[in-house]
């Protein structure tokens, strides 16, 4: 019974999708944090710039646009 609460949930797949300014071109590598691999998209901001996002940030909405385009707003 414990294999069957154990397992990963199946990845959801943001490829296409918009979150702010970004839009998610792939899955991207993932990134170790606090010792697990956490899964990052390679998005594009709307200015331009790509860089690699991670999942709960787009999800959640803790990240929106690129560090330039957000350090602008200020």
């Given at each position: 019974?414990?294999?069957?609460?154990?397992?990963?949930?199946?990845?959801?797949?943001?490829?296409?999708?918009?979150?702010?300014?970004?839009?998610?071109?792939e899955?991207?590598?993932?990134?170790?944090?606090?010792?697990?691999?956490?899964?990052?998209?390679?998005c594009?901001?709307?200015?331009?710039?790509?860089?690699?996002?991670?999942?709960?940030?787009?999800?959640?909405?803790?990240?929106?646009?690129?560090?330039?385009?957000?350090?602008?707003?200020?």
């Open positions: 019974h414990w294999k069957e609460s154990s397992r990963m949930p199946a990845m959801i797949d943001l490829s296409g999708q918009r979150f702010g300014k970004w839009t998610v071109l899955k991207g590598p993932y990134q170790k944090i606090s010792g697990a691999n956490r899964v990052t998209w390679t594009r901001c709307d200015c331009g710039n790509v860089r690699n996002v991670l999942s709960a940030g787009l999800r959640y909405n803790r990240s929106t646009r690129c560090l330039p385009c957000a350090q602008k707003r200020q």
